[in-house]
């Protein structure tokens, strides 16, 4: 579960936003006693699954030399040595092969913050003739 403005920030928009969006049935929460609102993980994937189908891709105008996106893990399988992460970093998904081991050395886990470091600039699929 993540706190609106955790919510709001994955999601590109205000907390105002998704207090209508609440009201407007758009986007179910989950009230604590004390009355905050807490967003499902899922929600917040469903919502931006939502916004990838419904909009085109933007030109690009700027982008960081640093290529860091900071997001929250939403899948971790493991398959002997090797394991799949993947995080929801606003509109984005990355997804990262590494070890098992790397896994538990970086303590992930579904719902927890992390900041995913892309080095390589081009990925290029190529298929051999026969």
């Known amino acids: 579960m993540l706190r609106i403005g955790e919510a709001a920030e994955l999601l590109g928009v205000g907390v105002d936003t998704l207090r209508r969006w609440e009201a407007d049935g758009r986007l179910e929460t989950i009230r604590t006693e004390g009355g905050q ?16 189908r419904s909009t085109s891709d933007r030109p690009i105008v700027a982008q960081s030399a640093r290529n860091r996106f900071s997001g929250i893990v939403t899948r971790v399988e493991r398959d002997g040595v090797v394991a799949v992460v993947e995080v929801l970093s606003g509109p984005h998904r990355l997804v990262s092969l590494m070890t098992a081991e790397a896994v538990d050395d970086l303590g992930l886990a579904v719902g927890i913050e992390a900041v995913c470091v892309v080095k390589a600039t081009q990925v290029i699929v190529e298929i051999p003739g026969a």
């Open 37 to 52: 609102r807490l967003v499902a993980l899922g929600e917040v994937s469903r919502l931006l699954a939502e916004r990838r």
